[in-house]
């Protein structure tokens, strides 16, 4: 066997770093690179030509010439083409999926219905679309990695230790697919996935703090700390749809009991005996000024108003993000919680509203998935110049 030296571990270390100054820009050159790390020419010219042997970088034409003239530089950049990693959300009703090329751009997003299928059936759709997706994306290595996202607590050992909607039955995913497919598998909570996309497709480096909510059947967060996922001692930090507050008969049960879309949804039909009952049709009959629609969401705003101040107060962030289908049915509810909490906080929240925040799970999954298929993980990574 042979012995790992200092210098080996250098020249790995030296890799990733050269790999991921490639990644974070649309183009650069290997003199870019050698000053920016510090690092001799020729060290980043031999790391460079590993790479290219490898193909995960490409060359893109000449760039310009320095002041004193001279050799033009060749520009380079991360070659997308080298594979592709495929993306899971598990909601209730649908599981929704995105396949990516390695630079994170879309090859395809769709979704199909799981209502009421058990984790058995769900497997089978999900390895089905794996099946499919490997049969028919070109690129050189072919599928890197698989990443779900999942509506539950998710540890350290890549288990499920709490899911409110989906009996998984002590399924192992990652066992399961890494076995069958030979990737990495990485399976992490929905709202943190929401968070890593905020972090990595929408941010720049030197913001590191964040936290994003997700407003869906039930209510949970995402928390970047340091530009680092903060995922608490047993994967819960970010439970904040476990929040106590009081109902209307003063007593103390979850937020998410009241103001996750579902429980507006289930309270409007409960109060007029509707069945059949959507977010389009809660907002349409909110645009129209039913008494029992607009005692609902006014509840809505009040409480989401506070929680978003709580939460911005327990993490010292001055940025919120909220991802909520019934807010991007109904702008004008989320132009109201912005109104209050700008007055809980006199204007020191930064409150943004994700649009599409299906497709912003589906990205952070990408980003995550895309860490472990090039061994960045911890190392990080830019896909906000990437168009989507």
């Given at each position: 066997?042979?012995?790992?030296?200092?210098?080996?571990?250098?020249?790995?270390?030296?890799?990733?770093?050269?790999?991921?100054?490639?990644?974070?820009?649309?183009?650069?050159?290997?003199?870019?690179?050698?000053?920016?790390?510090?690092?001799?020419?020729?060290?980043?010219?031999?790391?460079?030509?590993?790479?290219?042997?490898?193909?995960?970088?490409?060359?893109?034409?000449?760039?310009?010439?320095?002041?004193?003239?001279?050799?033009?530089?060749?520009?380079?950049?991360?070659?997308?083409?080298?594979?592709?990693?495929?993306?899971?959300?598990?909601?209730?009703?649908?599981?929704?999926?995105?396949?990516?090329?390695?630079?994170?751009?879309?090859?395809?997003?769709?979704?199909?219905?799981?209502?009421?299928?058990?984790?058995?059936?769900?497997?089978?759709?999900?390895?089905?679309?794996?099946?499919?997706?490997?049969?028919?994306?070109?690129?050189?290595?072919?599928?890197?990695?698989?990443?779900?996202?999942?509506?539950?607590?998710?540890?350290?050992?890549?288990?499920?230790?709490?899911?409110?909607?989906?009996?998984?039955?002590?399924?192992?995913?990652?066992?399961?697919?890494?076995?069958?497919?030979?990737?990495?598998?990485?399976?992490?909570?929905?709202?943190?996935?929401?968070?890593?996309?905020?972090?990595?497709?929408?941010?720049?480096?030197?913001?590191?703090?964040?936290?994003?909510?997700?407003?869906?059947?039930?209510?949970?967060?995402?928390?970047i700390i340091n530009n680092r996922?903060?995922?608490?001692?047993?994967?819960?930090?970010?439970?904040?749809?476990?929040?106590?507050?009081?109902?209307?008969?003063?007593?103390l049960t979850p937020i998410e009991?009241?103001?996750?879309?579902?429980?507006?949804?289930?309270?409007?039909?409960?109060?007029?005996?509707?069945?059949?009952?959507?977010?389009?049709?809660?907002v349409e009959m909110y645009r129209?000024?039913?008494?029992?629609?607009?005692?609902?969401?006014?509840?809505?705003?009040?409480?989401?108003?506070?929680?978003?101040?709580?939460?911005?107060?327990?993490?010292?962030?001055?940025?919120?993000?909220?991802?909520?289908?019934?807010?991007?049915?109904?702008?004008?509810?989320?132009?109201?919680?912005?109104?209050?909490?700008?007055?809980?906080?006199?204007?020191?929240?930064?409150?943004?509203?994700?649009?599409?925040?299906?497709?912003?799970?589906?990205?952070?999954?990408?980003?995550?998935?895309?860490?472990?298929?090039?061994?960045?993980?911890?190392?990080?990574?830019?896909?906000?110049?990437?168009?989507?």
């Amino acid at each position: 066997m042979k012995t790992i030296t200092n210098k080996d571990l250098m020249r790995r270390a030296n890799s990733k770093l050269v790999l991921q100054e490639i990644f974070n820009n649309d183009y650069t050159t290997r003199a870019a690179i050698s000053r920016q790390l510090g690092l001799n020419k020729s060290t980043v010219s031999s790391i460079y030509d590993e790479l290219k042997e490898e193909q995960l970088v490409e060359e893109v034409g000449e760039g310009a010439a320095s002041h004193v003239g001279g050799r033009k530089p060749t520009n380079i950049r991360i070659y997308a083409n080298y594979g592709f990693t495929i993306n899971f959300d598990i909601s209730y009703h649908n599981l929704h999926f995105m396949a990516n090329y390695l630079d994170g751009s879309v090859i395809e997003q769709a979704e199909t219905t799981i209502y009421r299928k058990n984790i058995h059936e769900i497997l089978t759709i999900i390895e089905h679309q794996i099946d499919q997706y490997v049969d028919t994306v070109v690129s050189v290595k072919g599928l890197l990695g698989i990443c779900l996202s999942i509506h539950g607590i998710v540890n350290e050992q890549q288990e499920i230790t709490y899911s409110p909607f989906i009996d998984f039955e002590d399924v192992n995913l990652n066992e399961r697919l890494s076995a069958k497919y030979h990737v990495p598998v990485v399976l992490e909570n929905e709202s943190n996935l929401t968070a890593v996309y905020v972090r990595d497709f929408m941010m720049k480096f030197d913001s590191k703090n964040l936290v994003a909510i997700g407003i869906h059947k039930g209510i949970g967060s995402g928390v970047i700390i340091n530009n680092r996922l903060f995922r608490g001692f047993r994967g819960q930090a970010g439970e904040v749809g476990r929040t106590l507050t009081k109902n209307a008969q003063g007593q103390l049960t979850p937020i998410e009991q009241i103001c996750s879309e579902d429980a507006i949804i289930n309270r409007i039909s409960d109060e007029l005996g509707l069945t059949g009952l959507n977010r389009y049709k809660v907002v349409e009959m909110y645009r129209e000024h039913n008494q029992n629609v607009v005692a609902a969401i006014d509840e809505f705003i009040q409480e989401i108003s506070s929680l978003i101040y709580n939460s911005s107060m327990y993490f010292d962030t001055g940025a919120i993000y909220l991802g909520s289908p019934l807010m991007e049915a109904a702008p004008e509810i989320f132009d109201q919680v912005l109104i209050k909490v700008q007055q809980l906080s006199h204007s020191e929240i930064k409150l943004v509203r994700l649009t599409d925040s299906d497709k912003a799970t589906l990205l952070g999954a990408c980003s995550v998935i895309t860490h472990y298929a090039l061994d960045l993980v911890g190392y990080p990574l830019n896909f906000f110049k990437t168009k989507n």
